[in-house]
């Protein structure tokens, strides 16, 4: 009998992430497969929406709306702050990201502008927003093993071995 994907599978996926001007944003060609548990959120919901039910074998494209991706785009997360905020960065530019402690934890942020002495910051997830369009081909799918289930995610090759 052929698994499908479904709760508590292990799958091994390779795929190419595109945005909607098809630039790749990311992808697994040419290296090792992305292997997840499936039903952990260890994928952006879209995605783990599109592979349940699919088998070893199976390729398929998906688009996925940034509701089920890295949502859309907070305004709320994008502020200006001073300059003096930056100790120790010489020339702050557009595009420059950074990991900030915020109230929440590590907040990573990127830089929008910088006007004078102050600098707009941006706390969505550089993917906020955007449609993602993935090319994806199902590699394998096997059961999860007990330990696996319990600890929420995969051992890779070589962690642990079950017989």
Request: glycine share 12%; net charge negative.
């Amino acid at each position: 009998m052929t698994m499908t994907i479904g709760k508590n599978a292990v799958v091994e996926i390779h795929y190419t992430l595109k945005n909607d001007a098809g630039e790749v944003l990311d992808s697994s060609a040419g290296g090792d497969p992305l292997m997840y548990l499936h039903g952990t959120h260890g994928l952006i919901q879209g995605l783990e929406n599109e592979l349940a039910g699919k088998k070893t074998g199976d390729s398929f494209k998906a688009v996925i709306p940034p509701a089920l991706a890295y949502g859309e785009v907070d305004p709320d997360l994008i502020h200006s702050i001073d300059k003096s905020m930056f100790r120790g960065v010489d020339k702050i530019e557009p595009g420059m990201s950074f990991t900030a402690q915020g109230e929440h934890g590590q907040q990573h942020i990127t830089v929008k502008a910088v006007e004078g002495d102050q600098v707009i910051i941006d706390g969505n997830h550089e993917m906020a927003g955007q449609t993602l369009h993935f090319d994806v081909e199902v590699v394998s799918v096997r059961e999860a093993t007990e330990e696996e289930i319990d600890h929420g995610h995969v051992h890779a090759h070589g962690d642990h071995h079950h017989h």
